[in-house]
């Protein structure tokens, strides 16, 4: 049900971008507020089942980082009052939903993730992911509307977009929001597995847990292009285009991490 009301929402999201109509976008809006509280019922039905938010797994964290992307827009278009940037959220939203709608999973309750610390570590690295994945798009948008401007053809971005300038502060502030995210998160994660190998080292996976591990090796890789990104943002004056392209590869790694690593080439988390 999520990802057929996500599908529904992003064809309106579609028509209003095309159509630049009024009803048309306030309709797109009320499809994804109704597959967000959708997918809200959906997760608490499967925490009740669980006992505990499903992050667990790789498929259940992928649907739950989908909510979480959900909301974060939905806060941003409401903010913002601005709903151009959903015909580029929502395809990104449907893509993802698919995996647990066609591929479910059941929520493992192994005893080596109980405990708040491991809440904390996924939950924060998923709510980071979310703001990359606003990030990514914003800096799509900014190219566009960038190169429509420099082109001298002020149509179709430039009559749907917020400014350059707009685009650009949303950008950086998705940025810093999700970096701070993902720095708490590496770290609560290094302590929990410090933790799990004193309670649960027979586990090979918990002593799999190591920089030679592809997952932590691309995720201290992802830190480190956000990382650079900011400081390049306010000691370089790396913004604008060179921030929207950097934004891009951290959410292409983010991706990269997030779904093939995650499914065939990590020995440690997956659980």
């Not at 498929?59 to 806060?75: C, E, G, K, M, R």
């Not at 080596?112 to 703001?131: D, E, T």
């Not at 799999?208 to 201290?220: G, N, T």
Request: a positive charge.
């Amino acid at each position: 049900m999520p990802l057929a009301l996500y599908s529904v929402a992003l064809v309106a999201y579609v028509w209003h971008f095309s159509a630049r109509d009024a009803a048309v976008g306030r309709a797109a809006t009320t499809l994804l507020v109704a597959a967000a509280l959708t997918h809200t019922f959906v997760i608490g039905m499967q925490t009740m089942g669980a006992g505990h938010v499903p992050i667990a797994g790789a498929t259940s964290a992928i649907s739950t980082f989908v909510w979480l992307l959900a909301l974060a827009y939905l806060y941003t278009e409401m903010t913002t009052d601005e709903r151009a940037m959903g015909v580029f959220i929502l395809p990104l939203l449907v893509a993802l939903q698919a995996i647990p709608a066609f591929r479910p999973s059941a929520e493992v309750a192994s005893p080596v993730l109980q405990g708040p610390l491991f809440g904390v570590h996924v939950s924060s690295l998923l709510f980071a992911y979310a703001s990359f994945a606003l990030a990514c798009v914003i800096g799509i948008t900014y190219v566009l509307l960038f190169k429509e401007i420099k082109a001298k053809h002020l149509g179709f971005f430039y009559a749907r977009l917020p400014s350059l300038q707009v685009l650009d502060r949303m950008n950086q502030r998705a940025i810093a929001i999700g970096w701070i995210f993902l720095t708490l998160g590496m770290i609560v994660g290094a302590v929990w597995a410090t933790q799990a190998r004193g309670y649960a080292g027979s586990d090979p996976r918990v002593q799999a847990m190591s920089l030679q591990d592809p997952k932590i090796f691309v995720a201290l890789v992802c830190w480190a292009v956000y990382s650079f990104e900011l400081f390049a943002a306010r000691r370089i004056g790396w913004g604008g285009r060179r921030a929207a392209y950097l934004s891009a590869l951290g959410f292409a790694i983010v991706l990269l991490n997030f779904v093939p690593i995650s499914y065939f080439l990590t020995k440690s988390h997956n659980f």
